[in-house]
């Protein structure tokens, strides 16, 4: 059973910065794209970034570009996925989903979701 656990949310002041952390497990299959979601109070969920496990590609949403990082340690157990976030403005505030998609290299509709971590960016 695939288990996607999300830590490292929390409140930051605008300028600041926060690191997201994913410990993805129960995986059946090598080739997978994982990454991030997110939802904000009223909005449509938004995909801000991921990478592929097989060369490592990354993407980013625009909004994120620039500020924005992933990286995963595909060497762990569970493979953890990280998101360093800086420059947050309060347009990031959202909660901020794992996610997975299996057989792909580009991800664009996961299979499975993490519970969520709240980020809030106060201005």
């Known amino acids: 059973e695939v288990q996607l656990v999300e830590s490292g949310g929390g409140l930051v002041q605008a300028g600041g910065s926060l690191m997201l952390s994913c410990a993805a497990s129960?995986?059946?299959?090598?080739?997978?794209?994982i990454g991030w979601f997110r939802q904000a109070p009223g909005k449509e969920r938004e995909q801000v970034s991921y990478i592929s496990s097989g060369d490592g590609y990354t993407w980013y949403s625009n909004s994120v570009k620039g500020r924005f990082t992933i990286s995963s340690d595909n060497a762990k157990n569970p493979v953890t996925v990280y998101l360093q976030m800086n420059s947050l403005k309060p347009e990031d505030t959202a909660v901020y989903y794992c996610v997975v998609e299996k057989y792909v290299s580009v991800l664009i509709e996961p299979d499975y979701w993490g519970q969520g971590t709240q980020v809030t960016v106060s201005s």
């Open positions: 129960g995986f059946s299959f090598d080739d997978y794209a």
